[in-house]
């Protein structure tokens, strides 16, 4: 299948050879989500994306992701507006605000109260906590690769064919693919995408596993001399496949 722009995302990834292409993917997504919000091209700057960034903020995660950046000064000015904004809503919450009266029958019931107060600081705050300019523009784009993932499965069997020679994939970007074959799909075609991603995962489980196990070993004096085979990065790759993402990863920096 001849290569479209949009597909080139994903076959790099695939052919990195990782232990989850969409790991790959999402790393290249999030790097260039920070260079854009941070880097030379000044996008904080433009209005329409301050306006986004201020009404959204950044999740704790990118919060520190933009801090490791290192442009301080592109921080500030993202800041000093953000903060104006969520200070002027939390003056307008608290503004509005009437304290809940607690039933004394039952705390559950009164967990369930501070629920249901859709007008309730706390709950301006967990929106507030869910909110990530970042995190949506992430998801959105993975999304998409999520959907050519399918488009490349059904039509591309060079695509096919590495995925089954493949290492498979995080636990949650597995989860993810398998969520959506149900929809993206027809029914003729689950059982062969479910056969081949089953059989890489477990396969490739067992491979990160020896692989831990061994490093593990040779902490053990008897095993002092042995090679050590394939374990030097056992548990970086090993926390990759349990949760994805890339624990032994330098943070991303603005290039000077």
Avoid at 141 to 167: C, N
Avoid at 174 to 191: H, V
């Amino acid at each position: 299948m001849k290569e479209k722009l949009y597909t080139i995302p994903l076959n790099d990834a695939v052919d990195a050879n990782d232990e989850c292409p969409l790991c790959f993917a999402e790393r290249k997504i999030d790097h260039d989500l920070l260079d854009f919000t941070l880097g030379h091209a000044a996008s904080y700057m433009e209005s329409d994306i301050r306006e986004m960034t201020d009404l959204e903020g950044f999740c704790r995660m990118h919060f520190k992701e933009l801090y490791d950046y290192g442009n301080a000064l592109g921080n500030g000015w993202i800041l000093s507006t953000h903060i104006r904004r969520m200070k002027k809503q939390l003056d307008e919450e608290i503004a509005k605000h009437e304290p809940g009266k607690t039933p004394m029958f039952s705390r559950f019931r009164r967990q369930e109260a501070q629920a249901e107060r859709s007008d309730s600081v706390a709950a301006w705050a967990a929106e507030k906590e869910r909110s990530c300019y970042i995190c949506r523009q992430k998801e959105e784009t993975l999304d998409r690769y999520v959907d050519t993932f399918f488009h490349l499965w059904e039509k591309d069997d060079a695509f096919r064919e590495k995925i089954r020679k493949g290492k498979g994939f995080c636990l949650t970007h597995f989860g993810m693919l398998c969520e959506a074959a149900e929809t993206k799909l027809p029914d003729r075609k689950k059982k062969e995408f479910y056969d081949v991603v089953f059989e890489r995962m477990q396969t490739n489980l067992d491979r990160i596993t020896e692989d831990v196990d061994w490093l593990v070993k040779k902490f053990d004096h008897v095993y002092a001399d042995a090679d050590w085979k394939n374990s030097r990065d056992a548990i970086q790759r090993g926390m990759q496949k349990m949760k994805g993402g890339y624990p032994a990863d330098e943070p991303h920096k603005m290039k000077k």
